[in-house]
């Protein structure tokens, strides 16, 4: 499914690692600001007994965030490209007792449920790697019932820009044409497209502070990143970006006590 030979889905497809996401998500977990659910679940009410999809489910984040909302009634199901990741995922639904089930599915296909099947359908840090955005848009249109909502999360065009600027200082390099292109597709096609589709579009951006306290606990999260992964194939290049991020960063830390990444997030809400 995800051998596609087709160009567009080389540009933008994207099967996650099960290693790299953890590391990234425990990253924010351990030293962000504040919390991205408690923000997530404050835009978007979960009634209890809804039938929610959520699309790029990864090892089930927001499975288990939603998940915990929902009463006898309610079913969640996650969708994602990965096995590897809807193994833990389903784990993780099991651990926390919730009804869920899991699907393999690469959301550039259409589906196979019938229309108006969900209440509600969630995208987080997944849907700006679709190839084709207004066809992806168009059939999570088609799966909501008539009063269903959307809920897409991703990064606005600022997200960890002091970051990615020290990445190109050190490295010596442009932002790679790809991570910047997929930086900026909410705010230039998702938002667009979701408005004309939708009715009721609510934007809000959620501002976080990530403090690494470590030159360690930074290049946990800079290794696990698709910024490095594009910005060089060759692994000897990659580990002396690695090394000169270390020093720059230690440098930091030595004189201000922690490195800090400025996070912003775009969390759009639309409906039917
Ligand atoms: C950055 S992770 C986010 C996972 C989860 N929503 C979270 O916030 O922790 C992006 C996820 O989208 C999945 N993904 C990417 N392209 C996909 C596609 N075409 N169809 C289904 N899932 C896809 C990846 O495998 C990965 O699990």
Known sequence: MIKSKNKNFKKWGYKENSKKLYSRT???????????????????????????L???????????????????GGKIIGCD??????????EKAKENNINASFLLHDINQPFSFKDEEFDF?????????????????LEIKRLLNKKGKLFIAGPTPNNARDFWELHSKITNKKIPQVSLERGTRIHNT????????????EIDIFKNIVHFPSSEELLKYYSSSLLLEES???????????DKMKREVEKFIERNGAFDIKKEVYGILAYK
């Not at 425990?26 to 039938?51: P, Q, T, Y």
């Not at 490209?81 to 389903?90: D, H, Q, T, V, Y």
């Not at 998702?190 to 579009?201: A, E, G, S």
């Open 190 to 201: 998702f938002i667009p497209l979701i408005r004309k589709y939708f009715r009721n579009t």
């Open 121 to 137: 359908i969630s995208s987080l840090f997944s849907i700006y790697y679709v190839k084709n955005p207004l066809k992806v848009i």
């Open 54 to 72: 959520d699309l790029g489910c990864g090892d089930g984040k927001q499975i288990i965030a939603f998940g915990k909302k929902l009463t006898k």
């Open 26 to 52: 425990n990253v924010h977990k351990n030293f962000s600001e504040k919390d991205i659910d408690v923000w997530m679940l404050g835009i978007v009410k979960i009634k209890g007994d809804e039938r929610i």
């Open 81 to 90: 490209i990965s096995n590897e990741l809807l193994k833990k995922a389903e």
């Open 232 to 242: 060089s194939k060759n692994r000897e290049e990659k580990k002396i970006f690695l």
